[in-house]
Nanobody, 125 residues
C-alpha cells in the first residue's frame, strides 16, 4: 500500500519561490519513480516532472522546463517540486504520483499506479 500526501500549496505571487512537498508512506521508497502532475480548471491533467530511482534521471514537461526542478530525498521518503519563477499559468491542483519500477533510469510521463489527493497552487501576478 502506498500513500502520498502533498503539501506546500497555497497563494503565491509571481517572483516568489514555490516548494511543493510529497511525503510517501511506503516501504522501499527508493524502488519507486516519482512524478508531479497538475490540472487547471477546465483542462486535462498535465505531466509536470518525473524523477527516477536514485534521482539520476529527471524529465520535465515542456511548459515548465527550465523553471521547475524535481528532487527527491530517499532518507525522508519525500519528493519536492521547486520553482523560483512561478507564473499565473502555473495555477492548478498539483498531484504527486508513484510508480514501482525495477528500471534504474525510469522517469516516466505516465503509467503511475499511486496518486496523492492534490494541493492547490494559485499564482497571482
Amino acid at each position: 500500500q502506498v500513500q502520498l500526501v502533498e503539501s506546500g500549496g497555497g497563494l503565491v505571487q509571481t517572483g516568489d519561490s514555490l516548494r511543493l512537498s510529497c511525503t510517501a508512506s511506503v516501504r522501499a521508497f527508493s524502488n519507486y519513480a516519482m512524478g508531479w502532475f497538475r490540472q487547471a480548471p477546465g483542462k486535462e491533467r498535465e505531466f509536470v516532472a518525473a524523477i527516477s530511482r536514485g534521482g539520476l534521471t529527471t524529465v520535465y514537461g515542456d511548459s515548465v522546463k527550465g523553471r521547475f526542478t524535481i528532487v527527491r530525498d530517499d532518507a525522508k521518503n519525500m519528493v519536492y517540486l521547486l520553482s523560483h519563477s512561478p507564473k499565473p499559468e502555473d495555477t492548478a491542483v498539483y498531484y504527486c504520483a508513484a510508480k514501482h519500477t525495477v528500471v534504474a533510469n525510469d522517469a516516466p510521463r505516465d503509467e503511475y499506479g499511486y496518486w496523492g489527493q492534490g494541493t492547490q497552487v494559485t499564482v497571482s501576478s
